[in-house]
T-cell receptor, first 115, second 112 residues
Framework: GAVVSQHPSWVICKSGTSVKIECRSL??????MFWYRQFPKQSLMLMAT?????????EQGVEKDKFLINHASLTLSTLTVTSAHPEDSSFYIC???????????FGSGTQLSVL | DAKTTQPPSMDCAEGRAANLPCNHS???????VYWYRQIHSQGPQYIIH???NNETNEMASLIITEDRKSSTLILPHATLRDTAVYYC?????????????FGQGTRLTINP
């Protein structure tokens, strides 16, 4: 079945630095990818929709200058957490939509810890 | 906002069928019901989805009521590895884009 690869699996960074997370669709083209974040013991919260070749659409309350999303190709979307702070520490998950199919495929997630 | 409500937790004995209910009373006629599960610190895993008819695959069965206002996910022979948080999701059309908005899910614990 379709596979979505997310990298890195975990990252630790210092406060004030930027972190980039990659999401790749390995065997299909994804015109749309989604980014979620999840705090401990909570559900996934949709952050933004990433559209290939156009600007991402952010959910209400998500700062677009803080969470930069780039979807430059049909198989790759990146999320950059800029000037990370401890409150940005979270589990970030991407998902990809394969056109013509009804289901979304999810990556394995990235655990970000900001010191 | 999520369009589904689920019990926060359930227990089931190993080897028994696990039946997970979900209410989606505001579902529209062309909206699908999806089920995913998440094991700790992993990405959600697709289980099954349906529109009107009951569905079955190698993982589970999905029973959707005739009025489509609720559904039940059935794991026929639960194992310890089925312990996870199960999410029932209605695909939402927001600003022209189809999105999966997660609710709080049901934490299913399979007991030996």
């Amino acid at each position: 079945g379709a596979v979505v690869s997310q990298h890195p699996s975990w990252v630790i960074c210092k406060s004030g630095t930027s972190v980039k997370i990659e999401c790749r669709s390995l065997d299909f083209q994804a015109t749309t990818m989604f980014w979620y974040r999840q705090f401990p013991k909570q559900s996934l919260m949709l952050m933004a929709t990433s559209n290939e070749g156009s600007k991402a659409t952010y959910e209400q309350g998500v700062e677009k200058d803080k969470f930069l999303i780039n979807h430059a190709s049909l198989t790759l979307s990146t999320l950059t957490v800029t000037s990370a702070h401890p409150e940005d520490s979270s589990f970030y998950i991407c998902s990809a939509h394969q056109q013509g199919y009804e289901k979304l495929f999810f990556g394995s997630g990235t655990q970000l810890s900001v010191l | 906002d999520a369009k589904t409500t689920q019990p926060p937790s359930m227990d089931c004995a190993e080897g028994r069928a696990a039946n997970l209910p979900c209410n989606h009373s505001t579902i529209s006629g062309n909206e699908y019901v999806y089920w995913y599960r998440q094991i700790h610190s992993q990405g959600p895993q697709y289980i099954i989805h349906g529109l009107k008819n009951n569905e079955t695959n190698e993982m589970a069965s999905l029973i959707i009521t005739e009025d489509r206002k609720s559904s039940t996910l059935i794991l026929p022979h639960a194992t310890l590895r089925d312990t996870a948080v199960y999410y029932c999701i209605v695909r939402v059309l927001i600003q022209g884009a189809q999105k999966l908005v997660f609710g709080q899910g049901t934490r299913l614990t399979i007991n030996p």
